[in-house]
């Protein structure tokens, strides 16, 4: 599911900002052109217990409720980086709102930006619900005969 959130959300920025900005999911790529995004995984291990990043909690049956957090990574080009940073921020939470997954769609939520030295770090948290297995049925088919005696 995680992979493909991410592909959702690489999808989304590519729609939304096109080849001007290259979506990576690898950090390490050697030649990266600014302006760019970097789309990873929030570190399972921050944030409290109430705003895992990483949830797979069952509901009913083989029903999960699962949410995966997300960082998307912008550095700019321009020597404005708190303008040029503004300006994706403000487009960021329109275009992230709502991504393809898996032939539907999935709500962003939690969205928040924030500035780190020359770059914007944008955190989303998507959640889903998957149905993991096949639903079993629990009783099986059942026959009655019955017989009126009239008194």
Known sequence: MINEV????????????G????????KAVQG???PCFF???????????KDR?????????N???????LCVEFFPAADDVRGECGEVLDRLFLCLE???FMGGTLRGRGMQGEYAEDMLNFFVNYDAFVYLGEEKDVM???TVEEEFIWR
């Not at 080849?19 to 690898?26: G, H, Q």
């Not at 029903?63 to 957090?69: A, D, E, I, S, T």
Request: charged share 25%.
């Open 39 to 49: 789309v990873a995984c929030k570190n399972p291990k921050s944030g409290s217990v």
């Open 32 to 34: 990266a052109v600014k």
């Open 63 to 69: 029903r999960y409720l699962k949410r995966v957090g």
């Open 53 to 61: 990043y990483f949830i797979s909690r069952q509901l009913l049956g």
């Open 6 to 17: 991410i592909s959702g959300v690489c999808g989304a920025l590519s729609e939304e900002f």
């Open 98 to 100: 709502y991504i393809p």
């Open 140 to 142: 099986e088919k059942i």
């Open 19 to 26: 080849d001007a900005f290259p979506v990576y999911t690898e």
